[in-house]
């Protein structure tokens, strides 16, 4: 008895070390199971909480960048600020001639050896002008037409020095861009009332109205009118003119646009 009461003793020994064992590993399981799902929440909850962080990061390191998202469509890539020079331009070989017509602006200069002087056609249309004008008691002056590539670097560099580059791309052209290269080009005043000259105030004299009515019978543009600046580049001038010739430059004033737009660019 005593060795069945062992056997049984020893039996129900090993049934408890089998069922301690199996609970244990159950319990492991379970546990293992339990930091898997805690560890993948854990993982979870800190991605979710540092896509919160850097959204708010992002939120609060660019205002500017949200700000300025909205506006970016209204400035398309096709249409350019004509007022600012393209960066790392070279000045070309030859000059830009559209349809028969040169054209010299900050998207367009010309090469540096261009150098036609005052050209005699245009200088026959300004004769005729004044002529024209004397007659209505106005005496014109082209107080100045053609410049040279050597002469507007020594304005251009001179205004930068006045006034910085910023202030003088507003006013000046760089040597090359420079539509007095091109001989065409007549700066025009009145004798006598050199006050007014390269002014805006000339506009507003007999002379400056004369001229922006009539011009064009002669075949000269107001080149940078009132309220083009984006599209010539330069701010209105009301003694720049241009000669295109009388065709085109009546077609320019009754359309009531600048050269740029009668070229289409
Ligand atoms: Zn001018």
């Known amino acids: 008895m005593k060795f069945i009461n062992r056997v049984n003793q020893k039996n129900k020994k090993f049934s408890i070390k089998w069922v301690v064992i199996g609970v244990s590993a159950i319990m492991a399981a379970l546990a293992a199971v339990w930091l898997y799902m805690?560890?993948?929440?854990?993982?979870?909850?800190m991605k979710a909480l540092t896509d919160a962080v850097s959204t708010e990061e992002s939120a609060v390191e660019?205002?500017?960048?949200?700000?300025?998202?909205?506006?970016?469509?209204e400035?398309?890539?096709?249409?350019?600020?004509a007022t600012i020079y393209p960066e790392d331009i070279e000045l070309p070989k030859?000059?830009?001639?559209i349809n028969g017509v040169?054209?010299?602006?900050?998207q367009h200069p010309l090469p540096e050896t261009y150098a036609p002087g005052e050209v005699p056609e245009a200088r026959s249309a300004f004769e005729t002008m004044k002529a024209a004008a004397a007659e209505a008691g106005?005496?014109?002056?082209?107080?100045s037409t053609y410049r040279d590539f050597a002469r507007q670097k020594q304005l251009y560099d001179s205004y930068v020095a006045k006034d910085g580059q910023q202030a003088a791309d507003r006013y000046s052209a760089r040597p090359g861009y420079s539509e007095h290269q091109t001989g065409l080009t007549f700066d025009i005043g009145e004798a006598g009332k050199e006050q007014h000259w390269a002014s805006a105030s000339f506009g507003d004299t007999e002379g400056g109205k004369w001229l922006a009515s009539n011009a064009h019978q002669y075949g000269f543009i107001l080149r940078y009118?009132?309220?083009?600046?984006?599209i010539t580049g330069y701010m209105h001038e009301s003694w720049h003119f241009r000669y295109v010739?009388?065709?085109i430059a009546t077609e320019i004033y009754q359309q009531d646009i600048t050269l740029e737009e009668y070229l289409g660019i």
């Open 38 to 45: 805690h560890d993948l929440d854990v993982e979870q909850s």
């Open 94 to 97: 030859a000059p830009t001639i």
């Open 225 to 230: 009118p009132e309220g083009s600046e984006h």
């Open 138 to 143: 106005l005496n014109l002056h082209g107080f």
């Open 62 to 73: 660019t205002p500017k960048d949200e700000v300025a998202k909205p506006t970016e469509p």
């Open 245 to 247: 010739g009388k065709d």
């Open 75 to 81: 400035k398309p890539e096709e249409a350019p600020d």
């Open 102 to 106: 040169l054209l010299a602006n900050k």
